[in-house]
């Protein structure tokens, strides 16, 4: 079993940052991605960035520019730094964890971030 626990969510206004923090702990499966999606109410969850053990990034278009993804091995922690944040940002922010192929995954619980215009 992988825990993931996230922190760094808040209330920013259009504009502003904010930086996103998830730690893996426990056992179970090899991580090879760990990643961000998030969720507005009444939509699905969709992709944020993700980053592979090797280096490897993938962003959505809306965040591209934006939004940056690292990750640091040693501590199984990804970040995730968000600038020029707008209101359309604003969702529940989840941390994914996934072994390579996708077999095994976790999900963390959430952390809301809300942009203000």
């Known amino acids: 079993q992988v825990q993931l626990v996230e922190s760094g969510g808040g209330l920013v206004q259009a504009g502003g940052s904010l930086r996103l923090s998830c730690a893996a702990s426990g056992s179970g499966f090899s991580i090879n991605v760990m990643g961000w999606y998030h969720q507005a109410p009444g939509n699905q969850r969709e992709l944020v960035a993700v980053?592979?053990?090797?280096?490897?990034?993938n962003y959505a278009d809306s965040v591209k520019g934006r939004f940056t993804i690292s990750r640091d091995n040693a501590k199984n922690t990804v970040y995730l730094q968000m600038n020029s944040l707008k209101p359309e940002d604003t969702a529940v922010y989840y941390c994914y964890a996934g072994s390579s192929g996708g077999r095994y995954y976790s999900w963390g619980r959430g952390t809301q971030v809300t942009v203000s215009s």
């Open positions: 980053i592979t053990n090797g280096g490897s990034t």
